[in-house]
């Protein structure tokens, strides 16, 4: 079955420094690849999504994530955090029929 | 382009009432998808509909039930509310083509309390 781990919970950086938030994917044939971002008591936004191509793409805030068939993952990055990304992040695949299979989320705390 | 509406944004009930959350998706979707987000149980799909049919279903009992209109409009229900129901409920909506690549956006939910 198709399944989604992002195995940080809970990750703390300091405004400024550099993210990596990690994703790893169980799916049997050619994965569709999302990254969403919920702020407190909202909906869920689009980062970024990877359907084939660059395995390198570039979403919206300045995040970017990589798709690694070998390791089965698709960590998200961004270069400089600024306080406002503190939120919790999604990673999620899209399964044969269509859903979106999500992970378990990672909270981002961001120390000033 | 506006985006995915949902009504009502918040919403407390008592155990044994039922419930009709309501979701506008972004004008041209013809998909829309319910989602269930819990801390326990993260988040879960619950169906999805196209051209006012269901096309998929998630692993809930038959007391989440839901339906779309012909603007591609839906609505969702849940009968005889129990307080494990206590949620936030997101309803996502597509272009709804039979591709894989279609992407789904979000509405901001609804929060329901069940006391």
């Known amino acids: 079955a198709q399944s989604v781990t992002q195995p940080d919970i809970h990750i703390t950086v300091s405004e400024g420094a550099s993210l990596e938030l990690r994703c790893n994917y169980s799916?049997?044939?050619?994965?569709?690849l999302f990254w969403y971002v919920q702020s407190p008591g909202q909906g869920l936004q689009l980062l970024l999504k990877?359907?084939?191509?660059?395995?390198l793409v570039q979403g919206i805030k300045g995040f970017e994530a990589e798709f690694k068939r070998s390791q089965s993952s698709f960590n998200l990055r961004k270069p400089s955090v600024h306080w406002s990304d503190a939120a919790e992040y999604f990673c999620a695949v899209r399964d044969s029929s269509y859903k979106l299979i999500f992970g378990s989320g990672t909270r981002l705390l961001v120390r000033p | 382009k506006a985006g995915v509406t949902q009504t009502p944004r918040y919403l407390i009930k008592t155990r044994g009432q039922q419930v009709t959350l309501s979701c506008s998706p972004i004008s041209g979707h013809r998909s829309v998808s319910w989602y269930q987000q819990t801390p326990g149980q993260g988040l879960q799909f619950l169906f999805e509909y196209f051209s006012e049919t269901q096309r998929n279903k998630g692993n809930f009992p038959g007391r989440f039930s839901g339906r779309q209109f012909s603007n591609s409009r839906s609505e969702m229900n849940v009968s005889t509310l129990e307080l494990g129901d206590s949620a936030l409920y997101l309803c996502?909506?597509?272009?709804?083509?039979?591709?894989?690549?279609?992407?789904?956006?979000f509405g901001p939910g609804t929060r329901l309390t069940v006391l």
């Open positions: 996502a909506s597509s272009l709804g083509g039979d591709s894989l690549t279609d992407t789904q956006y």
């Open positions: 990877y359907f084939s191509g660059d395995t």
């Open positions: 799916y049997g044939a050619t994965p569709y």
